[in-house]
């Protein structure tokens, strides 16, 4: 039987967080096994904003040496980047074609990057869904596993695949988000209400995934709560403890009502120290295993080689359905 195929990636804009890892790096790894897996490293994605050429270099890298870190088997999954595959940018403009100005204007991320870039809202940060629907239509992908803050995103690809299929007859496979786990949405440590990201700019708001463990731990005590100090879960009253409460049963895999019963009368500062060393424990072995890889160039050029003529395999074949119907001569 054929296995369903997955397409998911990342951004190369620097460290990630433990809410990429939570949501969305943590369950690829275990999709390995019973899916057909594309992993894919963002760089183009990344261009909306301004980048210092060798720190993207550097970054891209980066990100695939912790993919593998993270437990992304290149033996078992494909993994590559997305600049070396072409079709990506060609179906994107093609794409653009069949979205329209009101679809993308109501994009929560394109409004949040503007007011955050005024400087800079260039066209490719309103089109960034676009290239991303391309980028998921091209693999025929059955299912987007991404954090919440995509669903949107993944949606819209949806619309446009099933506005070109329409008009030209079954092209796409209609993908679906996938959207899993109690950390589908880590919010940031400062400020609990907007999710943890990679360019917040509040101190101790994220914790990357190369932080030192005294540095985790350091984050973990500063971070905002309420002044009940009882353990309990309550997005809406206690969003802050609430979010360590989701964050610890992500990794101990507890229910929140067991981590309630066992923190109870325990307060704060105990609970604080406790998430801390779980998630110090969780990233121990991904932080070795980083520091190996980035000492082994040669071994991380061969998997994005090999990874991108797979990927170009695939995306070639659904580039030229595309283009016959549209009636490009091919
Ligand atoms: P940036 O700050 O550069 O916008 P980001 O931290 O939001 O970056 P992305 O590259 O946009 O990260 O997201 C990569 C993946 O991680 C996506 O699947 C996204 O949904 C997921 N993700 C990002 N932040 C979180 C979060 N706080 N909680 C859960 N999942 C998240
Ligand atoms: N926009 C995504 C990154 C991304 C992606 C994709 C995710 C680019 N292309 C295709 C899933 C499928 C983000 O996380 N910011």
């Given at each position: 039987m054929n296995k369903k195929v997955i397409l998911s990636g990342i951004q190369a804009t620097g460290n990630l967080t433990l809410g990429n890892y939570l949501g969305a790096i943590n369950n690829w790894k275990k999709m390995q096994e019973d899916y057909d897996c594309n992993y894919m490293i963002a760089d183009l994605h990344t261009l909306t904003i301004r980048n210092n050429p060798d720190t993207l270099r550097n970054n891209t890298l980066d990100l695939l040496a912790l993919y593998i870190a993270a437990g992304i088997d290149p033996e078992k999954s494909n993994i590559f980047i997305q600049s070396h595959v072409a079709a990506h940018a060609e179906l994107a403009w093609i794409l653009n074609c069949y979205t329209y100005m009101g679809e993308l204007s109501r994009m929560t991320q394109f409004k949040d990057k503007s007011a955050k870039h005024a400087d800079n809202i260039n066209s490719g940060l309103f089109t960034y869904p676009v290239l991303m629907a391309a980028d998921i239509l091209l693999y025929q992908a059955d299912l987007v596993p991404v954090g919440e803050?995509?669903?949107?995103?993944?949606?819209?690809?949806?619309?446009?695949?099933?506005?070109?299929?329409?008009?030209?007859?079954?092209?796409?496979?209609?993908?679906?988000?996938?959207?899993?786990?109690?950390?589908?949405?880590?919010?940031?440590?400062?400020?609990?209400?907007?999710?943890?990201?990679?360019?917040?700019?509040?101190?101790?708001?994220?914790?990357?995934?190369?932080?030192?463990?005294?540095?985790?731990?350091?984050?973990?005590?500063?971070?905002?709560?309420?002044?009940?100090?009882?353990?309990?879960?309550?997005?809406?009253?206690?969003?802050?403890?609430?979010?360590?409460?989701?964050?610890?049963?992500?990794?101990?895999?507890?229910?929140?009502?067991?981590?309630?019963?066992?923190?109870?009368?325990?307060?704060?500062?105990?609970?604080?120290?406790?998430?801390?060393?779980?998630?110090?424990?969780?990233?121990?072995?991904?932080?070795?295993?980083?520091?190996?890889?980035?000492?082994?160039p040669d071994y991380l050029e061969k998997i994005y080689r090999r990874g991108a003529e797979r990927a170009k395999e695939i995306a070639i074949k659904t580039l030229k359905d595309v283009y016959e119907k549209v009636g490009l001569v091919w």
């Open positions: 803050d995509q669903k949107q995103h993944v949606e819209l690809t949806r619309n446009i695949a099933e506005r070109f299929n329409k008009i030209y007859g079954d092209t796409f496979k209609i993908p679906e988000p996938y959207i899993q786990g109690v950390a589908a949405r880590v919010m940031g440590l400062q400020d609990p209400t907007s999710k943890m990201s990679k360019s917040s700019t509040i101190p101790n708001d994220s914790i990357f995934l190369n932080d030192e463990p005294d540095i985790i731990l350091k984050k973990f005590k500063k971070a905002i709560t309420d002044s009940e100090n009882i353990v309990r879960f309550d997005k809406e009253k206690k969003p802050g403890i609430s979010n360590l409460i989701s964050i610890y049963s992500a990794i101990t895999g507890e229910g929140k009502e067991n981590i309630e019963k066992k923190f109870d009368g325990k307060g704060y500062g105990e609970f604080k120290v406790a998430v801390a060393e779980c998630v110090i424990e969780e990233l121990k072995p991904m932080q070795n295993k980083y520091k190996e890889l980035k000492d082994n």
